[in-house]
């Protein structure tokens, strides 16, 4: 693999400036604390970012795992956190929220604005019937509400699961009947590339055609007015946002809960069909995401305008977008739309309107821009940068120097952080103040996180070496299960390595001769595509729901912008063949998935295909598909039942 050769192959280091090491908050003290003690490390960051109603003084419970229990006898009040504290500290003029809305509109929110929305809206959601444990599902735009939204359902001590606004109908039926939701907060619609997108049809559809045994559980839909699209309304069940919050009262005090509530489910692909809900919960959550949104992203939340460009609907934007900057009082930028809208230097125009000192964003978007030509980032003052970061999927060298020099002013070191949906926070990633950063590494797990490369015994491979990424000792953010499904949390991510106990995150890496983490993509059966973890099952059985379609295989294939790029293979059922004509049908296909689950999940490629390459156990062979949507070389055929079938797939998708 050539990414994996110039990997390899990379030598190039940038220590940290003398100045920003001088006033850095991540310094290397706390390696040397966290090296001693660990869990006593977490504990010292838990009493000093969070307020807790009442103190814990437990720290880890790991005598049932991988079941972990962190401060359990503590009490916190998640949003009182990221609100209220802020604002009887004096803080209340602080602005929270930078919002700009796609067409150009915009609003500053203040952390005592917030507050006041928040209670409001914790006090509709208790008029709503909605209390501690229950599920609420949020389909909303990247607007001020999507964020109040969360933190209102956090206050009352309820769940939310945020469902991405760019999910199909379907998708998200299935998310709201997984988690047996209550109620739904969504708008009528948002804008995006240009124009409004709508959103409560979907959610209408979504609880209109349940599928036969599915319960109803949706007693309200509370909607933003955002799009001024025309919307159908089910009288007593939708609410208008802007009819009931601003009615309701401000006063609303903010109740203690034990620090393993619940705090969010969020979906995320598997290697089977259905999205897993991982669980998180209140007190070693929003510990984790403060320490690291503070140590890795250097905030300073007096001067510093953060800005993370992650959507809501996915988990750097709970932990990186609500959760760590608002729990650290920082000033933050949230953007409704698109990079390119309505022209392409959009973000760049942003980062220069509220001098953004802190940019997070995902290697995809990187390349993008790297595409379209340094010439547009350079016609603006992006001399406010001093740290990116970058998450999502492997940052290769040559986004990585560029990400630097252009939008860095070859000064601003870059922080490449490796986590996942269920590790809730940041593990690995470079402190920007101590660590000497190499392009397209990793490197090092943050203070109080323990990482190993293992070989598929379990045993570590030793420097130079690469095999599977595993977590070994439990951390406070980790998902605390699968909503509903105890079993598939162990069998997924405990199984391989029972023995040792290690957590195994699907990922493999490397080891370089300085012990650095260099991540090499998944090796299971789940795609990268722009950041966005997508399971080839879930594709395959939305491609076989389709009438014309008998059976698909997908895989995911390197694609120089959107890391990986979906490729489905299809065989289409000769009744339909009789009666239709295969033309235009690949384009019809990739529609259907997009209808399905989602735009990010639109192949882009579909072949039709007469077979498969199956082993003699019936298994498609992926590997060999990938080979041929790469344009390389077919590898190693001769366990397949059929050792002529690659040659005819080669030469139908040529
Ligand atoms: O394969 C890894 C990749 O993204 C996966 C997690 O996806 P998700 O749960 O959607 O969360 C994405 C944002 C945290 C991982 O298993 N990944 C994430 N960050 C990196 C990465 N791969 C390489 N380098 C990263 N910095």
Same mark, same amino acid.
């Given at each position: ?21 001088? /006033? ?20 010292? /960051? ?332 350079? /016609? ?275």
């Amino acid at each position: 693999m050539s990414q994996i050769d110039s990997l390899l192959h990379e030598d190039r280091h940038f220590a940290p400036a003398a100045s920003f090491r001088a /006033q850095a908050v991540g310094t290397a003290e706390l390696y040397e604390r966290a090296a001693a003690d660990r869990e006593g490390f977490w504990a010292e /960051q838990a009493r000093e970012l969070v307020h807790w109603h009442r103190p814990f003084t437990q720290v880890l419970d790991w005598t049932n795992p991988p079941f972990a229990e962190w401060f359990a006898d503590g009490e916190l009040n998640v949003a009182y956190n990221c609100l209220d504290r802020h604002v009887e500290a004096g803080n209340g003029a602080r602005v929270a929220l930078y919002w700009e809305g796609e067409p150009g509109d915009s609003r500053q929110v203040t952390y005592a604005e917030l507050t006041d929305e928040v209670k409001r809206l914790a006090n509709v959601l208790g008029d709503l019937g909605i209390g501690r444990g229950d599920r609420v599902a949020i389909y909303l735009p990247m607007i001020p509400e999507a964020v109040a939204a969360m933190l209102a359902v956090a206050r009352v001590g309820a769940i939310h699961s945020v469902v991405f606004g760019g999910f199909s109908a379907d998708s998200l039926r299935a998310r709201i009947d997984d988690a047996g939701a209550k109620l739904v907060i969504t708008a009528d619609g948002g804008w995006r590339k240009g124009k409004v997108s709508p959103l409560k049809p979907a959610v209408d559809q979504a609880l209109a055609d349940r599928g036969s045994g599915a319960q109803e559980t949706v007693e309200h839909v509370l909607v933003v007015k955002r799009g001024d699209n025309p919307v159908d309304w089910a009288e007593g069940r939708d609410i208008w946002w802007h009819e009931a919050v601003p009615a309701a009262s401000a006063d609303h005090e903010a109740q203690p809960f034990p620090a393993e509530n619940p705090l969010f489910i969020l979906y995320t692909s598997g290697t089977t069909g259905k999205p897993k809900g991982i669980l998180h919960t209140s007190g070693g959550y929003l510990t984790q995401a403060t320490f690291t949104n503070k140590v890795v992203h250097d905030i300073h939340p007096e001067t510093d305008v953060y800005w993370c460009t992650a959507d809501i609907g996915w988990i750097t934007g709970h932990s990186y977008v609500t959760y760590g900057p608002l729990s650290n009082g920082a000033s933050q930028v949230l953007y409704e739309g698109t990079p390119e809208s309505p022209e392409p230097g959009r973000w760049w125009a942003l980062v220069e309107k509220y001098k953004v000192s802190v940019l997070y964003t995902a290697p995809t978007a990187i390349r993008s821009f790297m595409k379209q030509g340094r010439q547009i980032p350079q /016609q603006y003052d992006l001399s406010s940068i001093r740290v990116l970061g970058s998450v999502g999927e492997p940052i290769n060298p040559e986004a990585w120097i560029w990400y630097r020099e252009i939008i860095g002013a070859d000064e601003a070191p870059i922080v490449d952080t490796w986590w996942q949906t269920e590790t809730g926070a940041i593990m690995i990633s470079a402190l920007p103040g101590v660590t000497e950063t190499k392009p397209g590494s990793a490197q090092v797990p943050i203070p109080g996180v323990s990482i190993d490369v293992v070989d598929e015994s379990g045993a570590h491979v030793g420097n130079g070496n690469g095999g599977l990424l595993v977590i070994t000792e439990p951390w406070p953010s980790m998902l605390r299960g699968i909503w509903g499904d105890p079993e598939r949390f162990v069998e997924t991510y405990w199984e391989k390595f029972a023995d040792q106990g290690y957590y195994f995150a699907g990922d493999g890496a490397r080891l370089d001769e300085d012990g650095d983490i260099w991540l090499l993509g998944r090796v299971d059966d789940v795609m990268n595509v722009s950041g966005h973890r997508l399971s080839t099952a879930e594709i395959e059985s939305a491609l076989v729901a389709n009438e014309a379609v008998a059976e698909a295989a997908v895989v995911g294939a390197s694609d120089e912008t959107t890391g990986q790029a979906v490729v489905a293979f299809v065989i289409i059922k000769e009744n339909y063949l009789k009666q239709h004509s295969p033309d235009g049908l690949a384009g019809t296909l990739r529609g259907w998935v997009g209808e399905q689950i989602g735009p990010i999940a639109r192949p882009r490629d579909v072949y039709i295909v007469g077979e498969l390459p199956k082993t003699r156990s019936g298994k498609i062979m992926r590997r060999l598909l990938r080979d041929v949507a790469e344009g390389r070389e077919v590898g190693d055929t001769t366990t397949l039942a059929d050792t002529a079938v690659m040659s005819v797939i080669s030469a139908q998708v040529r």
